[in-house]
């Protein structure tokens, strides 16, 4: 390769790769189709875009459900005590955990329905891009605008 100029490539933000891996999943999602992509697809941008959140002085979505969870679960138990932060978010992430990771012999099957599990982190992932909309000047997306009215049709 002496006496050849090798390409650069030009840096790509996490930013601009969480936005992509949301549009791709709420494709997914509003295709009816893959929801077990859509949901590891949707969990990706969560996380970036919960970190992004975070660094800009705000609670990122997926914080939010997790605390909501917690101080609701004294509801549910006898001594009124909580869940540790850390149950929680076990519980929150299964679903998506249990797409990407096999946890043994036995593990061999995914149990949950994959359009709601999809749905949920979609949603969080969702609340971490608006909330970062205006700081980074983030577009409306066609696939925002058909999840929203989606939803609103659906839920």
């Given at each position: 390769?002496?006496?050849?100029?090798?390409?650069?490539?030009?840096?790509?933000?996490?930013?601009?790769?969480?936005?992509?891996?949301?549009?791709?999943?709420?494709?997914?999602?509003?295709?009816?189709?893959?929801?077990?992509?859509?949901?590891?697809?949707?969990?990706?941008?969560?996380e970036i875009l919960g970190v992004y959140v975070k660094a800009n002085g705000g609670v990122c979505a997926?914080?939010?459900?997790?605390?909501?969870?917690?101080?609701?679960?004294?509801?549910?138990?006898?001594?009124?005590?909580?869940?540790?932060?850390?149950?929680?978010?076990?519980?929150?992430?299964?679903?998506?955990?249990?797409?990407?990771?096999?946890?043994?012999?036995?593990?061999?099957?995914?149990?949950?329905?994959?359009?709601?599990?999809?749905?949920?982190v979609l949603d969080r992932a969702i609340d971490n891009y608006y909330r970062l909309q205006s700081k980074?000047?983030?577009?409306?997306?066609?696939?925002?605008?058909?999840?929203?009215?989606?939803?609103?049709?659906?839920?």
């Open positions: 390769m002496l006496g050849r100029e090798v390409p650069t490539m030009s840096a790509t933000t996490k930013l601009e790769v969480a936005s992509e891996l949301l549009t791709e999943a709420l494709r997914l999602y509003l295709a009816r189709r893959a929801y077990f992509a859509s949901l590891h697809l949707a969990g990706a941008a969560e997926f914080d939010s459900t997790k605390d909501v969870a917690v101080l609701f679960s004294r509801l549910f138990r006898a001594d009124g005590s909580e869940h540790s932060s850390r149950d929680m978010a076990d519980l929150i992430n299964d679903a998506k955990n249990s797409t990407k990771h096999k946890r043994g012999k036995g593990d061999n099957d995914v149990n949950f329905d994959p359009r709601a599990e999809a749905f949920d980074f000047n983030l577009p409306e997306t066609e696939e925002l605008i058909r999840f929203n009215n989606d939803r609103k049709v659906n839920r």
